[in-house]
């Protein structure tokens, strides 16, 4: 009984080790790889940096997984099973799906980081909301033409449809406003931005008897 107690108390620890090692290479294997993939052509193609790093998100899974699994192959004899390796790289891909969206997108499209960046690249200059206002018209919206690209981004998207005229919303597009405006309630952010409000000097934004999206 005296044997048994260290002998199983050993195996527990082996085991131990054995799953922080798999989830700690899991973890830092998966955000390496994922990094690595933005350095190469892979999908350069797509344009539209949310959809290209779902694919590379991916890729850098498969990879992680089959390194996992060849590791927890190596390590039966320490009570590392497949599944083991499985339920790793779903926490790395989780993680890695989060600080992407948390870190590139938001840098990629955030106004208030281009403020900031604008604001760094004079620093020893005053910033009031109406010298923000003239800069993010002249360079966010007419040198960076950002205006255009969203609307790119919308059409290959789906949520919108180009005419001869200009662009009108899809089915789609009013299905993830509504969407977009139950996330808002559920979390009780602004709905300002996706309420359809009138533009400046009392113009509508949509026309009349026109349904808008809730």
């Known amino acids: 009984m005296t044997e048994r107690l260290p002998s199983r108390a050993g195996r527990a620890l082996r085991w131990i080790a054995a799953q922080a090692l798999l989830y700690t290479g899991a973890l830092a294997g998966g955000f390496g790889i994922f990094v690595l993939l933005f350095q190469t052509d892979l999908w350069s193609g797509v344009t539209i940096l949310f959809y290209r790093g779902l694919l590379l998100l991916i890729v850098a899974f498969l990879l992680t997984l089959a390194a996992t699994v060849a590791f927890s192959g190596l390590g039966r004899a320490w009570g590392l099973r497949r599944r083991d390796a499985l339920g790793a790289c779903v926490l790395s891909l989780s993680l890695n799906l989060s600080g992407f969206v948390i870190l590139p997108v938001t840098v990629d499209r955030s106004v208030s980081v281009f403020l900031l960046g604008q604001m760094a690249a004079h620093p020893d200059e005053r910033f009031d909301a109406e010298r923000a206002r003239r800069v993010f018209d002249a360079v966010y919206l007419g040198t960076f033409r950002q205006m255009e690209r969203r609307l790119a981004e919308q059409s290959a998207s789906g949520n919108v449809t180009p005419t001869a005229d200009g662009y009108v919303i899809t089915p789609q597009g009013r299905a993830f406003i509504r969407f977009a405006g139950w996330v808002a309630r559920l979390f009780r952010t602004d709905t300002r931005l996706i ?11 949509a026309s009349p008897g026109r349904e808008r999206p809730d």
Do not use: L, N, R
């Not at 309420?195 to 934004?205: M, Q, R």
């Open 195 to 205: 309420a359809g409000a009138s533009a400046p000097g009392g113009t509508p934004t």
